[in-house]
């Protein structure tokens, strides 16, 4: 009996101990997910096309060459803005990089200038009126505020710059339908239908370093109208 006694102790003691290690302290505060504190905040830099490091993003700019070679970070003198200039891009090409520079950043602004590639390589002003709208949906989906920027003329091209003039005029139309802002930069580098020679290379394509202080006049107020001035 003794034995059985000394058995059942030692049992008994065993069951308190594992009941002491593997039991949760009543007080203890129940597992948080993180899903319900939504998505966690980045730790990584962002770096955009240019290997300029952007803290954090709040504007992206997104376009062919001419936005890539924008000195934006200067010319706006903030770091929060994300150059993302694809040279020798398309507008269908641009929306291809929507997931990449807008939907992990989650900026607040997004300009999109595009336009001047798909006239280059004969694609059609429906064409590239198309793709362009589409682009400022995908961004508005994304969250974030698309900015149409119009597509400026080439130098001399007088029939190009008419077609142009065709596309701005019915991205303007959707813009205000769709209540997206439109920033047009034709007031502050054209005049009488072509770009002025201060603003161009010799190109007649790409812009001088002189045209993106203009540039960033235009922007300004928008950045002003939803507080990131």
């Not at 830099?45 to 300029?52: A, P, R, S």
Request: glycine share 6%; net charge neutral; proline share 5%.
């Amino acid at each position: 009996m003794k034995k059985i006694g000394l058995l059942a102790s030692l049992l008994l003691n065993a069951l308190l101990i594992f009941y002491i290690f593997n039991t949760d302290d009543k007080d203890e505060k129940p597992e948080v997910v993180q899903d319900q504190l939504g998505p966690k905040p980045t730790t990584e830099m962002v770096i955009d096309e240019k290997g300029l490091t952007v803290t954090p993003v709040n504007i992206v700019l997104l376009g062919n060459s001419i936005t890539y070679q924008g000195d934006w970070q200067e010319v706006l003198d903030r770091k929060d803005v994300f150059n993302g200039g694809k040279p020798g891009w398309t507008t269908q090409q641009l929306s291809w990089v929507i997931k990449n520079f807008i939907v992990p950043n989650k900026p607040k602004l997004c300009f999109f200038k595009g336009g001047i590639n798909d006239y280059t390589l004969g694609i059609t002003t429906d064409r590239i009126y198309k793709n362009c709208t589409m682009i400022l949906d995908s961004i508005h989906k994304a969250g974030t505020i698309p900015v149409y920027t119009t597509t400026l003329y080439q130098r001399g091209a007088t029939e190009r710059n008419l077609a142009i003039d065709s596309l701005n005029a019915r991205m303007k139309i959707f813009c205000t339908k769709n209540e997206y802002d439109f920033m047009d930069l034709r007031p502050f580098l054209c005049k009488d239908g072509d770009i002025l020679d201060d603003y161009i290379q010799d190109d007649n394509t790409h812009l001088k370093p002189a045209a993106y202080p203009k540039w960033a006049m235009a922007i300004r107020p928008i950045l002003e109208k939803y507080g990131l001035n």
